[in-house]
C-alpha cells in the first residue's frame, strides 16, 4: 500500500481535507512518556564550581614612598609653564617645602582610607634608601602571608632606569640615588602590589617582570643543585602573586596640562569621581550643561558612602559601571583575581579603568601587570556620561534653591535592559551584560523586589546561569537577604537558593553557619505559602541534611520531622515526594532523627505514601523507609520490632509497577540486610541447602517432543541486534543460533533429552569470548539457583506474606529479594542479585572451617557448603568449580590475591563449559568487568573498600543506591519556567507530531473509502519473507508500514512496503518462558511496543525498528501468579490444536486502552487484572469466577466493558464500574471448547463475536443471553483475528490454510499456496492478525515465513 509521496512532504493537505481534519489524536493521552522513562535515573554530573574565592586576601600594610622634593624640578624633566602643580589635590607651592610634603603625605594616606580604612599607613618621604629598605620589610614582616601595597611617586626624582631603578634621595639631598627594582621585590616580597605614579613608569613593569624570572630560574637551579651558592642563600620570594599598576608606558611622560593635577594617575585611583567630574566638565559636551562650572562639582552635597546623597548615588553608579566592564571584558579566572579576592585591590582596579579612558585622552597609557584588555571605549561610559550629566544637571537649583534632588534613572533603567535580554533572546548567545549590576541593585531596597524576581528568572535558564551568577559574587547577598522579615521576598528567595542548591549542594554548609535553615524551616510550615514555594524549600532543607551531620542537627532542633510529617498528604505530588526524601535523609545515620521519628510514627505514616498514584513519590516513601531501617546505631528489641514492621509494609511493593519503585525497594531492603546480617545468612544456608536437594521439574522438561522447535536451517542465521537498554540489556549481540543467554543450559539437570535446538543453546553479551576468562564475574548463586529457590521455596502467592510470624520475617524478606533478581527490568534484578550474592558470599565463607586463603586455594575451590564437605552451592550438572576470588568481587572484601587488575591467577584450572552444564553467570550481567574491579559503573559504588577487611558492610550500606534523590533534584537545576518544547508550537517535536497526525488521520481516511466499498477478495500477497524464528504473535503498527513479529523470545520488524527487515532484538525473557502477546503503545504518537510473556512479564520498548539500538523504557510483572510451575499443564488443550501456543496454557493475554491508558491483563490466572499506566499500578483484579485460564481479552472503554474469552469454552462480560462480586455482567456458554477469540465491538451497539477452537463463530447481543447467529467455520482452528473496520474475519487452521470470511460467513479467500516462483504450500499457520485500518492481512506459519495479503490492487 503505497502512501501518496507528495503527501507525506507537503504539510498542507488539500482544503476539503483539512476542513474535517480529524483531531481525534491530540486528545490522546500518551503512556510511559514521562522522564522517568526517558532518562537514566542518576543525577547531573557536577559542574566544577569555581566561583568561591579559594583565598581571600586582604592588603594590610600600606607603604607611601613620595619622592616630591618640592621646589626643585629634577634633571631629565623639562616642564612646561604653567605645568600641572596639585599633589592630591594641594598646590605643594602654596606653602613651605617640608609642610607640603607632609600635608600631601597627610592627605593621601586619607584617600586610600577611604577605600580600606582597616590597613596600617606607613609614610616615607623624600626617603633615602635605607629607609626604604627599613620600611618595606617591616611592613612585610607585620603582614605575614598578606598582602602589602608600595604606593611610588616620583615627581621630584629622574625617570626609572632602563637597568631596572627607581631614584630616591641621599641623607644631605645633595645627589639622588638608584634603588635596584630587584632590591625593592626582596624588601617587599610576596603578596604585593605595586602602584608606580611617575614618567616612563612601564620601563619598571618590564624591569620587575624580568627579575622575577630571574628569581624563578635562581630556585630552580637552588633546587637542582644543592651544592650551588645560590641554594646557600635564603631563598628569594617567587614574585607570582605581585600586581603593579603604572601610570604610563615605557616611553611616555605624564601629562602637563595645567587645567589637571600633577599626580593624575593617582587621583584616579583614589578620588575617582572627583576627577571624573572635573574631566567631564573640562570636555566640549560639557556645554551642554549649563551652568556647570569646576567650582561648583566642589560641592556636590552628600557623603560617598551614603547612597541616598547626589555624591554616595554617583559612587554607587561608578562602582556598578565599572564592575560590569570588568566582568564582561575580562576572563572570569582574571576577574576573581582582581575584582573579588581582595577590597582594596578590587577598588584600585575600578578606579584604573578609569584612570584608562582620562589619561588616555591625554596621549598617555596607564599600564597594569596582568594586563587588562582595553575598557575606555566600551558602551557603558556612555551610560556614566548619562548619569553625570543628569545629576550636574540638578546642581544649580539644588544648590541655589534647595529643592529635592531626584534620584539617576541608571539602576531602573539597567533592570529593565536585563529584563528585555531575558524576554527577548534566543538560548545561545552571550550572557548578559547587566549581571553585575543586578548585584548592586540587591543593596537598594527600592529596586530589590524587582531584581531578586529577574535574577530568579536567570537563575532558571539553567546550571550555568547559576554558576555565572555565582561567579559575578551573588552568594553573599542572597545569604544576607535571609536574615530580611520582608513576607514578599520568601517566594524569590526561596526559588533562588533552590536553584543555587541544585547546581551546588556545597552551600549547605553557609547556610547552617549562617542559621539559613531556620528562614527556609518558616517557610515550609506556613500554612499559606503556596505548595510550589514549601516544595522548594523542603528540597533546600533535603540539601542542608543530605549526609551533613551539622545540618541533620540544625534542622532536627528545628523541629523539621514534625513539619514534614504534616504534609505527607499534601494533594501537590512534587511536594509529597521532597518531603519523603528530606526524612529520609535527616535520619540517614543519624540516629536520634530516627528515634524522633519513631517517637511521631513516622513510619507508620509514610505508608499511606506506599500506595500513592504518582511513582516518585512512592519511590521516595521507598527511601524514606529504606533508611529508616538502615541507620546502624544499636538495636533493641523495640527497634528490630519497627524494621520487621517496616520490611513487611515494603514486601508488599513487590509488584509495583514502576521499576523505579522496585530498584529502590532492592535498596531499602539492602540497608536491612545488613542490619541484621547473620539472620539473613543463616536464611541463606537453608535455602541453598533445600534447592540442593529438592530437584524442580523445569518446565522444559514437562514438554511434549513434538514441542521442541525445529533446528533451524543454517543458512538463515540471521544477527540479533545489540540492544541497549539504558541497563544493558542482558543481551545477545552475537549470532542467534547461540541464541539468548546461559541461563538456557541449567535447565537440563535431570537429565531429558537436550536436543540441539535454538531453544537450548545461548549467549550472553559475548559469551562465545569471554567464557571462562577471567573476566567474567561468575556469581556465587547464578540466575538459575536463584530461580530454582524461587520456586522451590513455593511461592505460590504474595499475599501469604503479609501477617506472618516475626520469626520467619527474614526468610520472607529473602523470598522477596529472589522474586526481585528475576524481575524483568534488569536494573532491578543486578541490585537484588548482588544483595542476594553478599550474603550467600558472606554465609558460605563464615560456614567452611576456618583456613588462610592463599591465592591457590582461592581461585580453585569454591566456598564450601555448610556441610563443609566441600561440595559446591549447586552447580547443574557438575560444572567445573567457581572461582570464589571472582565471586567475592560482589562485595568487594576480596582477600587479597597476588595478582590484581585481571590478570590471569596463575593456577586457575582451564575452563571448559559442557553442553549439559550450567554455564557459571547468570544470564542477568554485562560481561564487561575485570575480575577484580569495583563492579557496574555508576553511582553503586563510590570507595574502593577492596582494601579494607570490613569494607563489606560499608560497600552494601554506604553505597548501594538507585540515584533516585540526585534525579529527582535535576529538576530543580533545569528551566521551570519555560514552555515544554512539546508545548512550544514553533518546536521541531511539536512540528514531528503534526506530521504524524496528519499522516494518521489520512490512513483512516483512505482506508475508510476502501472499507467501506466492501472487500470481495483477499488473497493478493504483498510481502513474504522468512523470519528468524517460528512467528508466535504478530502485530501490525497501525500508521506506519511496519509490522512486528515476535517468535518465542526476539521480536523482528519488517517494513512491508518496501519489504526489508528493521530490526531483530532479544526481549530479554527467561528460557522456559515465551512471548504471547504484543501491543502497539502510543501507535499514533511515538509508538512503543508491549510484550507479553507467559511467565506474567511485560516489558514496554521504544527505539525499535529505526536506526538506533532498541530500549527497554519500563518491564514489570503483569500477573503475579503465573508462576511457570503452577501453569497447570492437564488445563492445556489438546497440543496438536494448540500447537501456535507453545508450550500450552494460554499464556498471558492483554488489551490496550490508549485512550484511558489501562492495560487488561489476565491469562492463566483467576483474574483479570487491570493496570493504569499513567500510575504504573493495579487499579482493579476482577475476578473471571471461572476454573479455567482466560484466552482472549478484548474491552470497550465506552462502556467500561471487558469481553473475556475461556479455556473452558465460556465467553464472559464485565463491567469494570462494579465491585469485584458483581462485576460479572453476562456468561455465554455456547462453546464447547477453548475460545481462540472473543471481539467486542467499538461502536455502542457493538456486539460481541466469539470463536472456539471448534470453528464455531457466534456473535452475542450484550444485552440477551442466546447468540444471535452462529456461523460455521473451519476445524482445528489454530489462530483467528477480526477486522474491526471492514467486518472480515480471518481464520487459520492447522491444516495449512487460511480461509477469510465476511460478515454473512461466506468465504471470500481461501489461501492455500505461497504466491511465487515454488509457490509451496503454507505451512500450519501458527498466528495471524488484521491490520486496524487498511485491509491487511498478516500471516505467520510454523515453517518460519510471514506473509501478508491484501485486498486486490485495483481497490487499493
Known amino acids: 500500500m503505497k502512501m501518496d509521496s507528495e503527501l507525506l512532504h507537503s504539510p498542507a493537505v488539500c482544503l476539503a481535507e483539512e476542513e474535517e481534519a480529524d483531531t481525534s489524536d491530540w486528545n490522546l493521552p500518551l503512556a510511559f512518556m514521562k522522564k522517568r522513562h526517558s532518562e537514566k535515573i542518576e543525577g547531573s554530573k557536577a559542574l566544577a564550581q569555581s566561583w568561591r574565592m579559594k583565598d581571600r586576601m586582604k592588603t594590610v600594610s600600606v607603604a607611601l614612598v613620595l619622592c616630591l622634593n618640592v621646589g626643585v624640578d629634577p634633571p631629565d624633566v623639562v616642564k612646561t609653564s604653567p605645568c600641572a602643580r596639585l599633589e592630591c589635590w594641594i598646590d605643594p607651592l602654596s606653602m613651605s617645602p617640608q609642610k607640603a610634603l607632609e600635608t600631601i ?139 603593579q599598576l ?34 567631564f566638565c573640562m570636555q566640549k559636551s560639557a556645554k551642554l550643561v549649563p551652568g556647570v562650572t569646576l567650582d561648583l562639582i566642589e560641592k556636590i552635597p552628600g557623603r560617598l558612602n551614603d547612597r541616598r546623597t547626589p555624591l554616595g548615588e554617583l559612587n554607587w553608579i561608578f562602582t556598578a559601571i565599572t564592575d560590569t566592564i570588568a566582568w564582561n571584558v575580562l576572563p572570569r579566572d582574571l576577574f576573581q583575581k582582581l575584582f573579588r579576592q ?48 543628569i545629576c550636574l544637571s540638578q546642581l544649580p537649583t539644588i544648590i541655589e534653591e534647595g529643592t529635592a534632588f531626584r534620584h539617576s534613572p541608571f539602576f531602573a533603567e539597567q533592570l529593565t535592559a536585563f529584563q528585555v535580554w531575558l524576554t527577548m533572546g534566543v538560548e545561545n548567545r552571550n550572557p548578559p551584560e547587566q549581571l553585575p549590576i543586578v548585584l548592586q541593585v540587591l543593596l537598594s531596597q527600592v529596586h530589590r523586589l524587582r531584581a531578586l524576581d529577574l535574577l530568579g528568572r536567570f537563575l532558571d535558564l539553567g546550571p550555568w546561569a547559576v554558576s555565572l551568577a555565582l561567579s559575578v559574587g551573588i552568594f553573599p547577598y542572597v545569604l544576607k537577604l535571609l536574615q530580611s522579615s520582608a513576607r514578599e521576598l520568601r517566594p524569590l528567595l526561596v526559588f533562588i537558593w533552590a536553584k543555587i542548591l541544585a547546581v551546588d549542594s556545597s552551600c549547605q554548609a553557609d547556610l547552617v553557619k549562617d542559621n539559613g535553615h531556620k528562614y527556609f524551616l518558616s517557610v515550609l510550615a506556613d500554612p499559606y505559602m503556596p505548595a510550589e514555594h514549601r516544595t522548594m524549600a523542603v528540597f533546600i532543607l533535603a540539601v542542608i541534611v543530605n549526609s551533613y551531620t551539622t545540618g541533620q542537627e540544625a534542622c532536627l532542633q528545628g523541629n523539621l520531622i514534625a513539619i514534614c510529617l504534616e504534609q505527607l498528604s499534601d494533594p501537590h505530588p512534587l511536594l509529597r515526594q521532597w518531603v519523603a526524601i528530606c526524612l529520609g535523609r535527616i535520619w540517614q545515620n543519624f540516629d536520634s532523627a530516627r528515634w524522633c521519628g519513631v517517637r511521631d510514627s513516622a513510619h507508620e505514616k509514610l505508608y499511606s505514601l506506599l500506595s500513592d498514584p504518582i511513582p516518585e513519590v512512592r519511590c521516595a516513601a521507598v527511601f524514606a523507609l529504606g533508611t529508616f531501617v538502615g541507620n546502624s546505631a544499636e538495636r533493641t528489641d523495640h527497634s528490630t520490632t519497627i524494621d520487621h514492621n517496616v520490611a513487611m509494609m515494603l514486601a508488599q511493593l513487590i509488584n509495583d509497577g514502576s521499576p523505579v519503585v522496585r530498584k529502590e525497594l532492592v535498596v531499602a531492603l539492602s540497608h536491612l540486610v545488613v542490619q541484621y546480617e547473620s539472620n539473613f545468612c543463616t536464611v541463606a544456608l537453608q535455602f541453598m541447602e533445600e534447592e540442593k536437594n529438592y530437584p524442580v521439574p523445569s518446565p522444559a522438561n514437562t514438554l511434549e517432543p513434538c ?80 530461580d530454582k529457590m524461587r520456586r522451590v521455596s513455593s511461592y505460590s502467592s504474595l499475599n501469604s506474606l503479609i501477617g506472618v510470624s516475626f520469626n520467619s520475617v527474614y526468610t520472607q524478606i529473602w523470598r522477596v529479594l529472589l522474586h526481585l533478581a528475576a524481575d524483568p527490568f534488569p536494573e532491578v534484578s543486578d541490585l537484588a542479585m548482588k544483595v542476594l550474592n553478599s550474603i550467600a558470599y558472606k554465609a558460605t565463607m563464615n560456614a567452611r572451617p576456618q583456613r588462610i586463603l592463599d591465592s591457590g586455594s582461592l581461585t580453585q575451590s569454591a566456598p564450601a557448603s555448610p556441610t563443609s564437605k566441600g561440595a559446591h552451592i549447586h552447580q547443574a550438572g557438575g560444572s567445573p568449580p567457581m572461582p570464589s576470588a571472582s565471586s567475592s568481587s560482589l562485595t568487594n572484601e576480596v582477600p587479597k590475591p597476588p595478582t590484581r587488575g585481571g590478570e590471569q591467577p596463575p593456577t586457575r584450572p582451564p575452563y571448559t563449559p559442557t553442553l549439559g552444564g550450567q554455564a557459571p553467570h547468570s544470564h542477568q550481567f554485562p560481561r564487561t568487568r575485570k575480575m577484580f574491579d569495583k563492579g557496574p559503573s555508576g553511582s553503586e559504588q563510590a570507595g574502593d573498600d577492596a582494601d579494607d577487611p570490613g569494607g563489606h558492610k560499608a560497600y552494601m550500606n554506604a553505597n548501594l543506591s538507585t540515584g533516585l534523590c540526585d534525579w529527582s533534584a535535576k529538576y530543580f537545576a533545569q528551566p521551570v519556567m519555560k514552555i515544554p518544547e512539546e508545548h512550544d508550537v514553533e518546536s521541531q517535536v511539536r512540528k514531528e507530531r503534526e506530521w504524524r497526525f496528519l499522516r494518521n488521520a489520512r490512513v483512516r481516511k483512505q482506508s475508510q473509502r476502501i472499507t467501506q466499498r466492501g472487500v470481495t477478495r483477499l488473497d493478493d500477497q504483498i510481502f513474504i519473507n522468512r523470519n528468524p524464528g517460528v512467528p508466535s504473535v504478530v502485530k501490525f503498527h497501525p500508521f506506519n508500514p511496519c509490522i512486528a513479529v515476535a517468535d518465542k523470545d526476539s521480536i523482528c520488524f519488517w517494513d512491508w512496503e518496501k519489504a526489508e527487515r528493521l530490526d531483530y ?43 538506533r539500538n532498541p530500549e527497554m523504557v519500563t518491564a514489570w510483572q503483569g500477573l503475579s501468579d503465573m ?156 489462530a483467528l483475528d477480526i477486522h474491526p473496520q471492514a467486518n472480515l474475519f480471518a481464520c487459520g487452521s492447522m491444516n495449512q490454510f487460511i480461509a477469510v470470511y465476511n460478515s454473512n460467513g461466506d468465504v471470500i479467500s481461501n489461501i492455500k499456496y505461497y504466491d511465487g516462483f515454488m509457490g509451496q504450500r503454507i505451512g500450519a499457520i501458527s498466528c495471524l492478525a488484521f491490520h486496524p485500518y487498511w485491509p491487511h492481512l498478516a500471516v505467520g506459519s510454523n515453517d518460519y515465513y510471514m506473509s501478508i495479503y491484501s485486498a486486490e490492487k485495483r481497490l487499493r
Open 246 to 279: 603604572a601610570a604610563c608606558e615605557a616611553s611616555e611622560l605624564l601629562p602637563m596640562n595645567p587645567d589637571l593635577p600633577a599626580d593624575l594617575f593617582t587621583s584616579c585611583l583614589t578620588t575617582p569621581i572627583k576627577i571624573a567630574l572635573r574631566w
Open 105 to 243: 603625605g597627610a592627605n593621601l594616606q586619607k584617600q586610600y582610607e577611604n577605600w580600606q580604612p582597616r590597613a596600617r599607613y606607613k609614610q616615607s618621604l623624600d626617603p633615602t634608601v635605607d629607609e626604604v629598605k627599613k620600611l618595606c620589610t617591616s611592613l612585610r614582616r607585620n603582614a605575614k602571608e598578606e598582602r602589602v601595597l608600595f604606593h611610588y611617586n616620583g615627581h621630584g626624582v629622574p625617570r626609572p632606569t632602563v637597568n631596572g631603578e627607581i631614584w630616591v634621595f641621599n641623607k644631605n639631598y645633595t645627589q639622588y640615588i638608584p634603588l635596584s627594582v630587584y632590591d625593592l621585590q626582596t624588601w617587599m616580597g610576596s603578596p604585593s602590589i605595586f602602584v608606580y605614579d611617575c614618567s616612563n613608569a612601564g620601563i619598571i613593569v618590564k624591569s620587575f617582570k624580568q627579575f622575577a624570572l630571574q628569581r624563578e630560574q635562581e630556585l630552580e637551579v637552588a633546587a637542582i643543585n644543592p651544592n650551588h651558592p645560590l641554594a646557600q642563600m635564603p631563598l628569594p620570594p617567587s614574585m607570582k602573586n605581585c600586581i
Open 1123 to 1278: 508462576l511457570p510451575t503452577t501453569r497447570g499443564l492437564a488445563r492445556r488443550v489438546s497440543i496438536c490444536l494448540d500447537r501456535s501456543k507453545g508450550q500450552g496454557g494460554a499464556g498471558m493475554v492483554v488489551d490496550w486502552e490508549q485512550e484511558t491508558g489501562l492495560l487488561m491483563t489476565s491469562g492463566d490466572v483467576r483474574v483479570i487484572r487491570i493496570w493504569d499506566t499513567e500510575r504504573e499500578m493495579k487499579v482493579q483484579d476482577i475476578p473471571t469466577g471461572a476454573d479455567s485460564c482466560v484466552t482472549c481479552l478484548s474491552c470497550d472503554s465506552q462502556r467500561s466493558l471487558i469481553a473475556a474469552g475461556l479455556g473452558d469454552g465460556s465467553v464472559r462480560l464485565y463491567d469494570r464500574r462494579m465491585g469485584a462480586n458483581e462485576c460479572r455482567v453476562m456468561t455465554y456458554r455456547e462453546h464447547s471448547s477453548w475460545v481462540v477469540k472473543a471481539h467486542l465491538q467499538k461502536q455502542t451497539d457493538g456486539k460481541i463475536i466469539s470463536v472456539s477452537v471448534d470453528g464455531d463463530v457466534r456473535f452475542f447481543e450484550l444485552r440477551s443471553p442466546d447468540s444471535v447467529n452462529v456461523l460455521q467455520t473451519v476445524k482445528g482452528l489454530t
Open 342 to 389: 581582595d577590597l582594596l585591590v578590587a577598588s584600585l582596579f575600578r578606579n584604573f579603568l578609569l584612570a584608562e579612558r582620562i589619561m588616555r585622552s591625554y596621549n598617555c597609557t596607564p599600564v597594569s601587570s596582568p594586563r587588562l584588555p582595553p575598557t575606555y571605549m566600551h558602551a557603558m561610559w556612555q551610560a556614566w556620561d548619562l548619569a553625570v550629566d
Open 1065 to 1107: 532484538f532479544y526481549n530479554g525473557n527467561p528460557r522456559y518462558t515465551r512471548i504471547t502477546a504484543m501491543e502497539y503503545l502510543n501507535g499514533h504518537d511515538y509508538s512503543l511496543l508491549l510484550t507479553a510473556t507467559d511467565d506474567g512479564a511485560l516489558r514496554i520498548w521504544k527505539n525499535f525498528a529505526d536506526q
Open 707 to 786: 514441542n521442541l522447535t525445529p533446528v533451524r536451517d543454517s543458512p538463515a542465521i540471521p544477527r540479533l541486534r545489540s540492544v541497549n537498554s539504558y541497563t544493558n540489556i542482558r543481551a545477545a549481540t552475537t549470532a542467534r543460533n547461540l541464541n539468548k543467554s546461559l541461563q538456557n543450559l541449567n535447565l537440563n539437570e535431570e537429565g531429558g533429552p537436550v536436543t540441539f535446538s535454538p531453544g537450548n543453546l545461548s549467549t550472553s553479551s559475548s559469551a562465545s569470548s569471554t567464557l571462562g576468562s577471567p573476566d567474567n564475574d561468575e556469581y556465587i548463586l547464578s540466575f538459575e539457583t536463584i
